[in-house]
């Protein structure tokens, strides 16, 4: 298994992405730290705030040995620009972004002993645009130099950072849409469906594992095809 004896930190582990991910980190081998803000199920699970850092470096002291972090807490809130609320905006910013920043910043020290990965969650509107998620895009788009940024920072270290940009994951939300809408969506994708949270996770395991370890600064789109342009002969 490709994580045995390895440690491996998770944001946003208790629901979505982040659970999927750690799950599959988990079966493979891993020890798991999964932090959130409600309880996950795993022994290492940590109740954490990741926009305060004085919850980020508790949650994070006294682990020892890690060799893996992914990102995977977010957010969103829909509005346009002139309809958001700021409160909104910062809440957003807070846990997409600063948040991402705190855990990182308080494992590298971890991460620098052994060489390791950094694993960010953005997202397919990092680099397409979308209507009604101005706060929630121009988080993700952070997160995507961000990535770039500490890849370079840290390369000295043998720490790489990449970041995923996943698309429409098949979510309880995205199915209980209208058949017509759903079916709308779905056409979209080149490749003919929703992406499964499994999808994302075998990608985030490949490129947090020793598989990966000459692939760093990059922003991966898991996306069906989306964001590859039209598939239509037009």
Known sequence: MRFTGKHVVVTGAASGLGLAIAQA????????????????????????????????????????????????AGIVRRAKVDETDMADYDAVMAVNVRGAFLVSKYALPLLRAYGGAVLHLSSGVATTGTRNRAAYSASKGAIVSLTRNMALDYAADKVRVNCLCPGFINTPLLANLPPERRARLVALHPLGRLGEAEDVAHMALFLISDHATWITGQAIAVDGGFNAGHSEDI
Do not use: M, Y
Not at 26 to 53: K, L, N, V, W
């Open 25 to 72: 980190a988990q079966a493979e081998g891993a020890t798991i730290t999964a932090i959130d803000r409600t309880a996950s199920p795993f022994a290492g699970s940590r109740i954490c705030d990741i926009s305060d850092e004085d919850q980020v470096r508790r949650a994070l002291a006294g682990l020892g040995r890690v060799d893996a972090v992914v990102n995977s």
